[in-house]
């Protein structure tokens, strides 16, 4: 997925170690609005080389791997062999995966990348950040109730992921319409070989608008949060979301004042204002509060 967003989240003072980031590039996002992109496709013969010049110079120690949107088998399987090789190196590296395959019922990436999704992708993955629609492609099951929910968070910690992050779902909100839900599960093996696993829910406010690059950098900055929270999914979750935020409301605001009164702002207008959200991204105001939902021992 290529991200500006996702890249220079990252560069946040608060996440200084080393993080490798895999994806595709585009000038423009596909869906960003725009009415024309250009940019060219990452193959995986193009990756492979990237990877093999990264070997030479013996810079393959790395803490964190981040990867979203592909469209390709080949280059999959590639990112697949890569997180592999750089596991073995660094057995500590965590791996965050967004898999980018569809939103609303539809898929934007050929069907045929799911099995590698189900098969070899996500049993790699630390940490995962499906919306409702990936999280059922994935399980095979629908989410209906909160319930149901919890139950597909259990199906994908089967297939490997630590922790698990529903970004977004149908289901409805306690607090009205205008809010989303999201859901988050994280095991934690203790000394003694048992499981901790803490679930939790939290109600978004939503913003009328489009937006590109908010899934970049929601992975990101989960990723830099349970860095610094690796055991407290609650603490990291109400700070991604925080920041995520005081991002889109400050780009709402830029964008309606340059649209001018009765306008509808442009692509152009509503891009992230990342930058001048620096100081909300190293320090955020908790404005989202996450519910526990349960904490068990396994």
């Known amino acids: 997925m290529c991200s500006y967003f996702a890249v220079s989240s990252l560069l946040s003072p608060r996440c200084r170690r080393r993080t490798l ?51 390709d088998t080949s280059f999959l399987e590639m990112v697949v062999d890569i997180i592999q090789e750089l596991k073995k190196a660094n ?15 539809a898929m934007y990436v050929p ?6 999704y189900k098969d070899k992708v996500v049993p790699l993955a630390d940490i995962l950040t499906p919306n409702q629609f990936e999280a059922e492609l994935l399980t095979g099951r629908k989410i209906k109730s909160e319930q149901d929910a ?61 937006f590109v690059g908010t899934g970049d950098l929601f992975a990101a900055m989960l990723l830099a949060w349970t860095h610094h929270h690796p055991k407290d999914l609650k603490t ?3 700070k991604t979301v925080s ?29 992230l204002r990342m930058v001048q959200s620096k100081a909300d991204i190293e320090n955020p105001a908790i404005v989202v509060a996450a519910k526990v939902l349960q904490k068990s021992a396994q």
């Open 236 to 238: 990291a979750c109400e």
């Open 91 to 105: 057995p500590s590296l965590v791996y965050v995966c967004d898999p980018v395959m569809g939103d609303h019922g």
């Open 243 to 271: 920041i995520m935020h005081h991002v889109i409301q400050r780009t709402i605001t830029y964008a309606n004042e340059m649209a001018g009164p009765g306008k509808r702002p442009s692509p152009a207008q509503l891009e």
């Open 111 to 116: 069907e045929k990348l799911l099995p590698v």
């Open 150 to 210: 919890i139950e597909v968070m259990d199906l994908l910690h089967k297939m490997g992921p630590e922790t698990v992050v529903l970004t977004s779902t149908d289901l409805t909100s306690k607090q009205g319409d205008q809010f989303l839900v999201a859901f988050g599960s994280q095991k934690i093996l203790k000394p003694d070989g048992t499981n901790t696993i803490q679930k939790i829910c939290m109600d978004i406010p939503k913003a009328d608008a489009v």
């Open 21 to 71: 980031w895999l994806g595709v590039k585009f000038g423009l996002h596909v869906n960003s609005g725009y009415a024309h992109w250009k940019g060219q496709v990452l193959t995986a013969e193009e990756l492979n080389e990237l990877y093999e010049g990264i070997k030479l110079n013996k810079v393959t120690h790395y803490d964190y791997i981040l990867t979203g949107y592909s469209r």
